[in-house]
C-alpha cells in the first residue's frame, strides 16, 4: 500500500484527501483508484496513456510524469494541478 | 416542479409552419459559462427569469443542452482547467447530476496516426427523434461521439476520428485556434437520422447519408482567406452551421468569411453555398460567430456580427452590439438594436451562445462573453437584460419544459 494525496479538484470522487491505495506502478495505482472512485483516472491520466498537461505528480517529493514509475509501499504519492491561474 | 400552463388561445399559426406553434411554455434557458452552469426559468410570457445555479461552479462548461425527446434530461459538457474532460447527466432539471461512465475519449494511437486526447467535449447534439438516448459530441480537438445511453457511454466515429483524409484536413493541434480546434455544428436531420452534418473550424462542412459510416464534403462556394487555395477542405472555416427545422433542405451558415445559404436540390454536385451576407452594411460587415434560423420559417434567420478587420477583435463593430435579421433568405437583411447598449459596448457573443425559442412569436436570447444574459423579445425587435456578473457565457439554449 502507498498513501495517496488527492487534490481538491478530486475529493468529489474519493470523499477525502488522503488515502491508501495499491499500485506497483503509478498506472496500476491509478487502476486502482479507478476501480473504486469511477471516472476519477480520467480526469487525471488521458487516453493514450499520458499524465495530463496541467497535472502533477510527486512521488516521495519527487516530480513524476511516466506512469509506469515503480511504487515502493509506504511510497507517498501526491496527485496535484499545475500551479496557474484564470 | 410546477405543471407546464396550458397553451394561450393566442397561439399564432403562420401559413409556413407545419406544427402549430405554442404560447405560453414554461421556458428555461441553459447557460453554460467558463465558471460552471446556469439554469434561468421563465414565466410564461418570458418576462420574469430566476436564476438556479451555480451547478459545476468553477468547471468550464462547454455545453448544456435538453433532451428535446423528453423535456427534461440535461448534458452538460465539462472540464475544469486542469482535469481531464467528461459529461454530466441529469433527469430532474439539474437537481442532481450523474457523471458519464465513459465520456468521449479518442482511440488507442494504431500504427499509422498519432493517438490524440480529447481536451473538451465542445458541442452537443440530441439524435433524431426517433431514437431514444442518442446524442453526438463534438470535441476539440476535433472528433465526433456517438451516444446512444443517453450520454452515459460514448463511442468514437472512426470514419471521421481515424480517417487518414480527416486527420489531414483538421492538421494539429497547433494549427487550429488558440482555444483548440473544434468539431462542432453537429445536424441529425429531422427526416432521417442516417443524414447527418458536422463542421469543423478549420476543416470545412461534411455530410453522411448512412449515419456517419461515410462522409462526403459541402463545401461548394464558401471562400477562404485571401492567400489560401480554396480547394484545400483545412483552410475552410465554418463557425456555425445551422438547418432549418421545418425546411430540412435549408441550411444557413456563419463562415470566417461571411454569411451563407444553401438549398439541397437532390443532386449534390449541384449544390452551392451562397454569400448572402454581401446584402449587410458594409460598415457592419458579415463577419460572425452564431446564426439562427426560425424554428418554422425558412426565410428567416439572425446573425450578430463582430468586427473582422485588421486583427479581428471579434467585438462589436464600433462598439454598438446589434443582431441582424433577414426575412427573405439573406436577400436584404436589418438591424436590431432597441434596448441594447448604444455605444462602448464591445461584446462578443461565440457562436453556441445566440438561439431562438420555438413559440409563437419567438424570442431570441443571447450571452456574452462578459457574462451578460440578455432576451430578444418579438424575433429580437426588444432586447432587454435577464442577468448580469456572470462569467464568460460559452452557450445559450432555451428549452420548453414538460
Known amino acids: 500500500m502507498v498513501k495517496v494525496l488527492i487534490p481538491g479538484a478530486l475529493r468529489s470522487y474519493t470523499g477525502r484527501s488522503q488515502l491508501q491505495a495499491d499500485g506497483d506502478t503509478l498506472d496500476a495505482l491509478f487502476a486502482d483508484l479507478d476501480r473504486r472512485f469511477p471516472g476519477l483516472r480520467f480526469r487525471v491520466v488521458d487516453e493514450q496513456g499520458q499524465l495530463r498537461p496541467n497535472m502533477r505528480i510527486f512521488v516521495n517529493g519527487i516530480g513524476v510524469r511516466d506512469l509506469q514509475h515503480g511504487l515502493r509501499p509506504d511510497d507517498f504519492v501526491a496527485v496535484v494541478l499545475a500551479l496557474s491561474g484564470g | 416542479m410546477r405543471p407546464s400552463p396550458k397553451p394561450a388561445s393566442t397561439a399564432r399559426e403562420t401559413a409556413s409552419s407545419r406544427r402549430a406553434p405554442v404560447s405560453g411554455q414554461r421556458l428555461v434557458i441553459l447557460v453554460a459559462t467558463r465558471k460552471g452552469a446556469w439554469l434561468f426559468h421563465g414565466d410564461a410570457r418570458r418576462k420574469t427569469w430566476v436564476a438556479d445555479g451555480p451547478h459545476f461552479l468553477g468547471h468550464t462548461i462547454s455545453h448544456v443542452q435538453c433532451d428535446p425527446r423528453d423535456g427534461r434530461t440535461l448534458l452538460a459538457a465539462a ?74 457511454t460514448w463511442q468514437p466515429l472512426a470514419s471521421v ?48 447519408h448512412d449515419a456517419g459510416g461515410s462522409w462526403s464534403t459541402l463545401i461548394q462556394g464558401m471562400e477562404v482567406v485571401e ?55 458594409k460598415r457592419v460587415g458579415d463577419i ?34 446589434a443582431a441582424y435579421i433577414t426575412r427573405n433568405a439573406g436577400r436584404s437583411w436589418q438591424r436590431l438594436d432597441q434596448g441594447l447598449p448604444e455605444s462602448q459596448a464591445w461584446w462578443t457573443v461565440k457562436r453556441q451562445a445566440m438561439t431562438a425559442d420555438a413559440q409563437a412569436t419567438p424570442a431570441l436570447y443571447l450571452g456574452t462573453t462578459s457574462g451578460e444574459l440578455w432576451i430578444g423579445h418579438d424575433e429580437g425587435a426588444r432586447w432587454s437584460n435577464i442577468a448580469r456578473h456572470l462569467p464568460e457565457i460559452y452557450a445559450v439554449e432555451v428549452a420548453a419544459l414538460r
Open chain 2, 227 to 281: 492567400g489560401f487555395d480554396a480547394a484545400d477542405v483545412s483552410f475552410h472555416d465554418p463557425h456555425c452551421v445551422r438547418l432549418c427545422p421545418a425546411h430540412p433542405d435549408r441550411l444557413y451558415q456563419q463562415n470566417h468569411c461571411g454569411i451563407y445559404r444553401m438549398d439541397r436540390s437532390g443532386d449534390p454536385s449541384a449544390d452551392r453555398w451562397q454569400r448572402i451576407g454581401r446584402k449587410m452594411p
Open chain 2, 161 to 208: 476520428n481515424d480517417d487518414p483524409q480527416f486527420r489531414k484536413w483538421m492538421g494539429t493541434v497547433q494549427d487550429g485556434t488558440p482555444d483548440g480546434p473544434k468539431l462542432h455544428s453537429v445536424i441529425v436531420d429531422p427526416r432521417d437520422p442516417a443524414h447527418l452534418y458536422f463542421a469543423m473550424s478549420g476543416g470545412g462542412v461534411h455530410e453522411s
Open chain 2, 79 to 152: 472540464k475544469t482547467g486542469h482535469l481531464g474532460p467528461t459529461i454530466f447527466r441529469s433527469t430532474n432539471l439539474g437537481r442532481s447530476w450523474k457523471e458519464a461512465q465513459q465520456p468521449p475519449a479518442f482511440a488507442n494511437t494504431n500504427d499509422t496516426l498519432p493517438g490524440r486526447s480529447v481536451d473538451h467535449s465542445f458541442w452537443l447534439t440530441p439524435g433524431h427523434a426517433s431514437e431514444t438516448g442518442s446524442w453526438y459530441a463534438g470535441t476539440s480537438p476535433q472528433g465526433l461521439f456517438h451516444s446512444q445511453d443517453g450520454g452515459g
Open chain 2, 288 to 321: 460572425g460567430f452564431p446564426m439562427v434560423v426560425h424554428p418554422r420559417d425558412p426565410d428567416t434567420a439572425w446573425v450578430f456580427p463582430m468586427d473582422g478587420t485588421t486583427v479581428w477583435p471579434r467585438t462589436s463593430p464600433q462598439g454598438r452590439p
